[in-house]
DNA sequence: GTGAAAGCGCTAACAT
DNA sequence: ATGTTAGCGCTTTCAC
C-alpha cells in the first residue's frame, strides 16, 4: 500500500492525505483523524526512500566502528551502546546505519556518508585526545554527538560522557581511606581521552594526600586480561608492591585476579583491587568481579542518550553546543580491604 | 555531484554515464574508462535513495537485534559477528540497517522491514529449537540466512552454522581418554538450538564408550559467569563429584574457576575443565581462560559467511538452499588433566 | 481546507 | 553504442 492507493482509496489527492500524515496545520481535524485510521487499517508505512529522496533526509543514524587493523578486536563496550541508541531510534522511526571501518579508512567513510547523505547525522566512537574526527565532521557539516570527550575545545561540540576524573579519584580516596599508601593503577591506551581522565584523578587523589604518583605503579596499555595479568604479576614480585590496584575493564580484572590467586595471595587480604567498568559493572553476586544480569550498564544508558541529543539536534538545529556528563558507575568489591600495617 | 551534473561536464547522456558505472555491457570500453574516472576525480558517489527508489532495491542488508525483555543482556558474541558482517557489506557497497527491539515485537519489527521494503534480506539471529520466525519469513518473501539452525527443516532454508555438537562430543571424548568418568555438562538454555546440539554431542560421546548421560551432571541456564559459579559449587560439594567439567561461553567458565579456587582445589589436578567458546577461544596465553587478542574468532567468521551467503542470494535467487557448517574452535586448557585414580 | 503539478536522483524500456 | 522518456513514492510550491 502506497500513498498513491491509500489517497484513492479515500478519495482524496495525495497531497491532502500526506499533510495528515505528517502533522501539517492546514488540514481539517475530521479528515487528518480519517486519514491516520485508514493508514493504520491498511498498514501503510511510508517509502523510507521515497520519503528522503523528496525530503532530503534520510531517517537514519549513522555509526562508524572504526575496526582495529592491529588487533582485530571489537570493543566490549559496543554492544551495550548500540542496544541504548536502537531503542531510541526505533522509537523515532529512524534507522540505525552500521559502517564497520578499518581505522585507517576511516576519513574516508565519514566523506562517503557526508557526500551520499545516507544519514541524517552521526555517533562519534571512541574519541582520542586530540581526534582529527570532530575537524573533519565539522567541515562536512554532518550533525554529530560525541560518546567521550577530546582533550580540547569541548565547548564546541556535542558530547556525552562519563565522569571518568571523578571515578578513577573516588576509587583512589577509597583505597587511601583505608590507609593504602602504595596504589597501582593499570590504565587504557592514554592515546584515548578517557585514559587521561582517569590518570587525572587517580593523581588527583593521590596529590592530594600528599602523596607523589609514582611512575613505576602507572601502567597504560589495551585494556585485555593478559595485560592485566602481565602487570599484575610484575608488580607482585617487586620487593616494595603495592598494596593496592586500581584498574579499568573487567577483562582487565580477571587478568589481575588470575594473577594474584597464581601468585598465592588473596584479593582483599594481600592485595586490594578496585575495578572501574561502565559496561559489566552490573549485580555483583558473591564474587569479586561483576557478572551480567538483569541491570543495565552505564553504556547502555550512554547510548540513549547519545541518540537522544542527536536526535534533538536534527529536530533543533542552530542551537549552540550541548553536553551531558554522567556519573560513572564505580564497582567497589568484596575485594577491598585495608592496607596490611607494614604498607601504611 | 550527482548523476545529472556528470553526464552534463561529460557531454553524454545520464542513461549513458549511468550504464557506464553500472557495467552495463552495451556501454563503449572507451567511455566506461573516461566516465569512471571523472566520476572518482570528482568524488561522484550515487545517491542511494534515488537508486533505491528507482530499482526497488535498497542495497541495506537487516540485523534485528531481540533485546529480551526480562534480562537486557546484550549477546557478547553480537558485537564479532555485527564486524565480519559489516566488512563484508562495505566491500560489496550495502549498508548494514540494525534494527534493536524488546524480543516481544520482533514479528512486528520484521513485518516493518518487509512492508517498506528497507532491506534487501535479512540475517536471523540466535535461532530457537523451533523458531517462527523461519515460517514468519518465508511468507514475507524476504531472503534471509540464518546464523545458526533450528531443529528441524533445515533443508528449507540457508544458514551457517558452528558443528556444535562435533565439538562437544569431542570436548567430552577428550576427557574420558583421560579417564574421566563422571563429566558434567554446563550448558546454555535448552531453548536454543545450539545447545540442544550441544548436549547431543555431550551424551554421544558418554554413550559410544557405554555409559549412560546422567540428568545430575547436566546443567541447562542463561550462561552468566553466576551460574557457572553456583552450578560448580553444588557440584563440588556433592557427595561423588564429578572429576571434569564441559563448559560453555567465556563467562561461564570464569564462573567455574572462581568456584574450583573457592572449594580449595585446584583446576587440572583436582577438577578438569574443557570450554568451548567460539567467541573468545582467542589465543591463550598463559592461562587457563582465553584471552581478548588479535585473532579472530569463529563467530567473526560466521559473521563474514552469513553475510556473503547472503548477497550472493540476493544477486542470484531462485536457487536451492544454501547452508554451511563451521568446525567450532574448541579450547583445551591448561586446565585439563588426568582423572584422579578414585575417579576412574 | 484541498488539489494539481513539478521535482528529488536515479534506472529501465524503448527508440535510434 | 548512445539518447529520450517515463516512472519509482514521496513532499512541496503554487493555485484555487
Known amino acids: ?104 579508512e576511516e576519513e574516508r567513510a565519514y566523506r562517503a556518508l557526508a557526500a551520499r547523505r545516507s544519514v541524517d547525522g552521526i555517533i562519534v566512537h571512541g574519541p582520542r585526545a586530540d581526534d582529527p574526527r570532530i575537524a573533519l565532521l565539522k567541515e562536512l557539516g554532518l550533525p554529530f554527538v560525541v560518546h567521550g570527550r577530546t582533550g580540547q575545545d569541548e565547548q564546541s561540540y556535542n558530547w556525552v560522557d562519563v565522569n571518568n576524573r571523578r571515578a ?45 604518583p609514582d611512575a613505576g605503579l602507572m601502567f597504560s596499555e589495551e585494556m585485555t586480561e593478559d595485560y592485566g595479568y602481565r602487570i599484575t604479576r610484575a608488580l607482585l614480585e617487586h620487593p616494595d608492591p603495592p598494596s593496592a590496584i586500581v584498574a579499568a575493564s573487567m577483562l582487565t580484572a580477571i587478568g589481575v585476579r588470575r594473577a594474584i590467586g597464581d601468585a598465592g595471595l588473596t584479593m582483599g587480604r594481600d592485595v586490594s583491587v578496585v575495578i572501574h567498568d561502565d559496561v559489566l559493572s552490573y549485580l555483583k553476586n558473591g564474587g569479586d568481579i561483576p557478572i551480567f544480569t538483569a541491570t543495565r550498564s552505564s553504556v547502555h544508558l550512554a547510548g540513549q542518550l547519545c541518540a537522544e541529543m542527536l536526535l534533538d539536534i536534527i529536530h533543533n538545529p542552530g542551537q549552540s553546543w550541548r553536553h551531558k556528563l554522567l556519573e560513572a558507575d564505580l564497582t567497589i568489591g568484596t575485594s577491598t580491604g585495608p592496607a596490611p600495617a607494614a604498607n601504611r
Do not use: W
Open 168 to 212: 578513577f579519584q573516588r576509587a583512589t580516596e577509597f583505597l587511601l581511606d583505608l590507609g593504602h599508601r602504595r596504589i597501582a593503577l593499570i590504565n587504557g591506551v592514554e592515546e584515548m581521552d578517557f585514559a587521561q581522565r582517569r590518570r587525572a584523578g587517580y593523581e588527583a587523589a593521590l596529590i592530594a594526600r600528599g602523596l607523589a
Open 1 to 104: 500500500m502506497n500513498l498513491k492507493q491509500l489517497s484513492r482509496h479515500l478519495g482524496l489527492s495525495q497531497t491532502t492525505v500526506s499533510r495528515a500524515l505528517n502533522d501539517y496545520p492546514e488540514v481539517s481535524e475530521a479528515t487528518r483523524k480519517r486519514v491516520k485510521e485508514a493508514a493504520r487499517a491498511h498498514g501503510y508505512s511510508p517509502n523510507p526512500r521515497a520519503k528522503g529522496l523528496a525530503t532530503g533526509r534520510s531517517m537514519a543514524i549513522g555509526h562508524v566502528i572504526p575496526i582495529s587493523t592491529r588487533h582485530e578486536i571489537v570493543n566490549p563496550i559496543f554492544g551495550d551502546f548500540i542496544a541504548g541508541a536502537g531503542e531510541v531510534y526505533s522509537r523515532n522511526n529512524h534507522d540505525m546505519l552500521l559502517s564497520v571501518v578499518p581505522d585507517v
